[in-house]
């Protein structure tokens, strides 16, 4: 029973990261592989402030900040570049905040992580357990897909579309593909900051480690696998592919596995993701309008 718990809580809390990365990637087409950097702002924030005897209502409002901050200001040089270039911006970003959370000892604790990290307490309501934890999550969760969806299927959502179809095509009809862009990654990057609070108090320990580019992969993969720019495809990827990571956790391996055990896991989500890119590129759940262009 904990088990299932543990894996409903995880699915909740990426389900957030995989939806704030799709708004970018499948809906906008920005393909961001610094995505993990606003999740570890958003982590790094709220446990800070926490240890130092902030309420978490508080710490959670200012990590989802600090994220959105972040994502504007490393917006504005690097949404002037296209394609490859951009993916190499927002990959450097990453790598920055997770230079700069190893060597803030002071600060960080650098290497050794942050651990005692409080679980939350809201309206004086503590979430201590897991079914109390799994009630934040999926709140959470529904409360990002719900916002999601809501400006994904507005004329916003449509013109983000149409900026990823044809940029050119879309300014000469009159819309400021740059500002709605910008909207795209901010906004992202808000929800990826409100998945790192929710796994930092989740985890209740924290290392630079944990922010590596194999989570930004790893999310990554969730969005394809599913289906990018759908709704509900970053949610079944999350549910298919953190199914599989952590129930091999759990596995009865032999001792002698375990220092292969995670190299094998990441040559694997490599694998998959190659394999999505060939045979089938639109993931899990195809987007609408993507099935009557395929069936013309």
């Known amino acids: 029973m904990d088990l299932l718990l543990h894996l409903s809580i ?25 995505h993990v950097a606003f999740f570890a702002i958003g982590a790094y924030t709220s446990a800070l402030l926490t240890l130092q005897g902030v309420p978490f209502s508080l710490s959670m409002i200012a990590g989802i900040g600090f994220a959105g901050a972040a994502g504007f200001l490393i917006g504005i040089p690097s949404l002037k570049l296209q394609g490859d270039y951009f993916g190499i911006a927002t990959l450097g970003f990453a790598e ?77 009809l009159g819309k400021n593909a740059f500002a709605c862009k910008m909207k795209s990654f901010v906004i992202g990057s808000l929800f990826a900051g409100l998945a790192g609070v929710l796994w930092a108090h989740y985890i209740t320990f924290i290392s630079p480690g944990d ?8 999310v990554l ?14 949610v079944v990827g999350a549910v298919v592919l953190i199914f599989f990571q952590e129930s091999l956790r759990f596995l009865r391996l ?43």
């Open 10 to 34: 995880v699915i909740a809390i990426y389900s957030i990261f995989a939806l704030s990365l799709n708004i970018e990637v499948g809906y906008t087409g920005l393909f961001n592989f610094g």
């Open 96 to 172: 920055i905040v997770r230079m700069i959370l190893q060597n803030q000892v002071a600060w960080t604790k650098g290497p050794m992580g942050l651990p005692g990290i409080t679980r939350p307490e809201l309206f004086s309501w503590r979430f201590d357990t897991l079914p109390e934890y799994l009630v934040l999550a999926l709140g959470a969760a529904i409360l990002t897909f719900l916002v999601i969806g809501f400006l994904t299927l507005s004329p916003f959502g449509r013109v983000l579309k149409a900026i990823r179809d044809d940029e050119t095509a879309a300014a000469i």
């Open 211 to 218: 922010f590596t580019l194999t989570e930004t992969i790893l």
């Open 221 to 234: 993969l969730i969005v394809v696998l599913g289906g990018k720019g759908t709704l509900l495809g970053p």
């Open 254 to 296: 032999p001792p002698e596995w375990s220092s292969i055990l995670g190299p094998l896991q990441q040559m694997v989500f490599g694998l998959i993701l190659v394999l999505l890119m060939i045979f089938r590129p639109e993931g899990l759940i195809r987007e609408k309008g993507k099935e009557k262009i395929d069936r013309d």
